[in-house]
């Protein structure tokens, strides 16, 4: 007979969900109630948990397993009547988005905080995702951070730990807590999209890959696929053992975080083809030997040649991309006649397009590339098309690059991100940019001409829902633009985003380095907001 509590509880300030669910620092969540009053507001803005059935799963960072046994007895005492919860408590983002569609659950809880490092002293989050599979959408994510201002108690089962070691069945009271193997439905839904006896036949013929799976929760479903089903070598996948703590790395793919492999792509004994994905599997950086490409461009890529691959060989409905996402995509549909949205960052906002059939193939700058084979961004499915299209055209990274921009000209493109700036520092910045957007049409700063400018505002064309202040625009006479946006997922401080785009057309120089070719737009938007003044800096912490 198990026993339930009712355990009263006070709120807490800040739960409110931002880009991507709740992310904060791990002690933060390790405070008591603390997460149990999130995972209340879940069930409570959901309707409650009566009957239904939820994906649980996490990127194995720290915390992660006591999480979960702590969302796993509140959802017994809620009436839920099954969790289906990977063994070890591991489960890729994809993966649950995925798992959530195939079983058409009510939804699924993911425990990560994504790129951000994982540890005690780190980053800690939770999200939840709706039946769609995708993440909870602005109006649902509103209600549950209302919810967390008013719960009183919450319910628990006061039960053991279930063994998540091993695959199998459990219960707690009525309960049915199914462990599952975290891999396999995701391996099958691949082999569907894919042309495996290709990607096999071009490992056998002696291509050489490496995939960093930087010691967080895609190395399993990397060696399982890439190396044991397709017959890449053993070594491969690299840093393949989800580590609590990412062994003390970030688990963020872009040239910063991952730069052993870049400096490894780079080097005389580069193999063909590089790639890595974050601390939940979602992201994805793709690097050819000798050229890293850019996500925005590796959408591009993709949406040109999908078709190359089994699964859209019927070709696409349309794509999207986050606003700050270069335009090179818009090109590559523009020739293909389908439909380019341009949606606020934050895969949510895709959902309602995929749902709708608007759109097959979606992608953001800031590493995530996806389709309508689930609702997230998915890391291992962006390198899977990349083999398959590689197998296919029988060219390198680096030819398939030259064609591409002798197609549709070069979106020069790389993020700049300022990190842990001062809250009030970074909003004024923000504040006095969009004061100033109106007086700066016709200017001219560093040879710069401000050609249009405004603050993005989306309403989706699917709901009709209105999303205002997603960041600001500033074009330049020249095809160049300025966005800036303040991150939605930092846990410390604010992270201001400058995300800076050059196009040159088809028949100029493509071979000009990235920060080169950005240099004039970077300088005139450092006029612009008076960068150095406000903020105190005028060179990033990262560039992507
Ligand atoms: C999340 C969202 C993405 C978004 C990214 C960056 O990614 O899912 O859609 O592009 O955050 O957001 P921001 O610029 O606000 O920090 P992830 O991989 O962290 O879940």
Redesign the pocket.
């Known amino acids: 007979m198990t026993n339930f509590l009712n355990v009263a509880c006070k709120p807490f300030e800040g739960q409110k969900p931002g880009?991507?669910g709740l992310r904060k620092k791990t002690r933060v969540f390790m405070q008591a109630d603390y997460l149990e009053r999130f995972v209340q507001a879940i069930f409570n803005a959901i309707g409650g948990g009566s009957g239904k059935t939820f994906v649980l799963g996490g990127d194995g960072r720290f915390f992660n397993a006591t999480a979960i046994q702590k969302i796993l007895k509140m959802a017994a005492a809620n009436g839920v009547s099954r969790v289906l919860v990977g063994q070890d408590g591991l489960l890729s983002t994809p993966a649950v988005s995925h798992l959530i569609r195939l079983n058409e659950t009510d939804g699924g809880f993911i425990l990560s905080a994504?790129?951000n490092p994982g540890g005690i002293d780190q980053d800690f989050g939770l999200k939840f995702n709706t039946p769609n599979g995708g993440p909870a959408p602005e109006g649902i994510t509103a209600e549950m951070y209302d919810q967390t201002l008013t719960i009183s108690s919450y319910p628990i089962a006061d039960a053991p730990d279930i063994d998540l070691s091993k695959v199998g069945e459990h219960a707690i009271g009525d309960m049915q807590v199914d462990v599952i193997d975290p891999v396999s439905a995701y391996s099958d839904l691949m082999e569907t999209l894919f042309d495996f006896g290709k990607i096999r036949a071009l490992f056998a013929s002696g291509f050489s890959l490496r995939f960093d799976a930087m010691h967080a929760v895609t190395g399993p479903y990397a060696r399982a696929i890439l190396q044991v089903c397709l017959g890449a070598p053993e070594g491969s996948v690299l840093n393949a053992i989800p580590s609590e703590d990412f062994c003390g790395g970030h688990p963020d793919p872009n040239p910063v975080w991952a730069k052993p492999l870049v400096d490894l792509m780079m080097s005389g004994n580069a193999p063909e083809f590089g790639a890595a994905s974050?601390g939940d599997g979602?992201?994805n950086m793709i690097v050819g030997r000798g050229i890293y490409v850019t996500p925005s461009d590796s959408l591009a890529v993709l949406v040109a040649n999908a078709h190359l691959a089994p699964g859209y060989k019927a070709g696409l409905a349309g794509v999207a991309r986050?606003m700050p996402t270069s335009r090179a995509c818009d090109r590559v549909a523009e020739k293909l006649g389908i439909e380019a949205f341009e949606t606020p960052?934050?895969?949510k906002f895709f959902g309602n397009l995929l749902d709708a059939g608007r759109v097959t193939i979606c992608g953001?700058e800031?590493a995530?590339t996806g389709s309508s084979h689930v609702r997230e961004k998915d890391g291992l499915w962006a390198v899977l098309l990349w083999l398959n299209i590689i197998a296919e055209r029988g060219q390198s990274v680096a030819e398939i690059m030259t064609d591409h921009w002798q197609e549709f000209g070069r979106n020069y493109y790389s993020r700049h991100d300022y990190e842990a700036v001062p809250v009030e520092a970074a909003n004024q910045l923000m504040r006095e940019l969009e004061t100033n957007l109106p007086g700066l049409v016709g200017e001219s700063f560093f040879g710069m001409q401000v050609v249009a400018s405004e603050t993005f505002r989306y309403v989706d064309p699917v709901d009709q829902s209105v999303s205002e202040n997603q960041g600001i625009i500033v074009h330049f006479k020249g095809q160049g633009r300025a966005v800036l946006r303040l991150?939605?997922?930092?846990t410390e401080g604010a992270?201001l985003?400058i995300y800076l785009e050059q196009y040159v057309d088809r028949d100029a120089d493509h071979s000009v380095e990235t920060q080169a070719a950005l240099q004039a737009v970077k300088s005139a938007i450092h006029e612009i907001t008076r960068i150095q003044a406000l903020i105190g800096r005028d060179e990033p912490d990262v560039m992507t």
């Open positions: 880009t991507s994504s790129h974050d979602d992201r986050s960052t934050g895969w953001e800031s995530g991150s939605g997922t930092g992270t985003r």
